[in-house]
């Protein structure tokens, strides 16, 4: 069983910047994929970014987020990260880390469904 537990949301002005944190109660965490997932109220949880280190490093964006969020792990303290700068209005939401041990082909690292480990979720408000 894997526990995730994110921290670090709040409420920012627009233009600020945040950091998410995730840490994960696993036994070898290198060999999960992490993703980082939001969800705006009324609106379905989309993907936002994603971090594998298993077969080679490979980190992944949602168009949305490219060049202001940085997605990085650390294998050694079983935790990911998630930088936001440069927030928008529209980033708010609530945050969900995600893990799950299984590889394919493709763009499922996206997937909602091809994650079975979540967290709680962390609140993510920014203001205009």
């Known amino acids: 069983q894997v526990q995730l537990v994110e921290s670090g949301g709040g409420l920012v002005q627009a233009g600020g910047s945040l950091r998410l944190s995730c840490a994960a109660s696993?036994?070898?965490?290198?060999?999960?994929?992490m993703g980082w997932f939001r969800q705006a109220p009324g609106k379905e949880r989309e993907f936002v970014a994603a971090?594998?280190?298993?077969?080679?490093?490979?980190?992944y964006y949602a168009d949305s987020v490219k060049g202001r969020f940085t997605i990085s792990r650390d294998n050694a303290k079983n935790t990911i990260y998630l930088q936001m700068n440069s927030l928008k209005p529209e980033d708010t939401a609530v945050y969900y880390c995600?893990?799950?041990?299984?590889?394919?082909?493709?763009?499922?690292?996206?997937?909602?469904?091809?994650?079975?480990?979540w967290g709680q979720g962390t609140q993510v408000t920014v203001s205009s």
């Open positions: 696993v036994r070898t965490f290198s060999n999960y994929r």
């Open positions: 971090a594998i280190s298993w077969g080679g490093s490979r980190i």
């Open positions: 995600a893990a799950d041990g299984r590889y394919y082909s493709g763009s499922y690292y996206m997937e909602v469904k091809e994650y079975t480990y």
